[in-house]
């Protein structure tokens, strides 16, 4: 069992940045990490994945805005969001898959979530 915490969201303005962390309780290197996001209303959805060596996955709406990375000696996932829209705002999930992939339930492990809302 994977224990994943999320910290970093909150609120911002459009075209704000922020940086969100996932902390896990123990090693995750044998774990694709992904984040995911849903908002009110809206299926959720993944915005980027990332392998234990480097390799990563990312929906188009965020593809050169967010950037996805992680410190396996730290057991630690962040996305880096700039440039955000109130398009981003949704609750942001940290998760743990064994399959390269942007698809939720591809995804076994998930965190509590943390808010992230873009106001104008």
């Known amino acids: 069992q994977v224990q994943l915490v999320e910290s970093g969201g909150g609120s911002v303005q459009t075209g704000g940045s922020l940086r969100l962390s996932c902390a896990a309780s123990?090693?995750?290197?044998?774990?694709?990490m992904g984040w995911f996001r849903q908002a009110p209303g809206k299926e959720r959805e993944g915005v980027a994945t990332?392998?234990?060596?480097?390799?990563?996955i990312y929906t188009d709406s965020v593809k050169g805005r967010f950037t996805i990375s992680r410190d396996n000696a730290k057991n630690t996932l962040y996305l880096q969001m700039n440039s955000l829209t109130a398009e981003d705002t949704a609750m942001y999930y940290c998760?743990?898959?064994?399959?390269?992939?942007?698809?939720?339930?591809?995804?076994?492990?998930w965190g509590q979530g943390t808010q992230v809302t873009v106001s104008s």
């Open positions: 990332i392998s234990s060596g480097g390799s990563t």
């Open positions: 998760a743990a898959s064994v399959i390269y992939s942007l698809r939720p339930a591809d995804f076994r492990y």
């Open positions: 123990g090693s995750t290197w044998v774990y694709y």
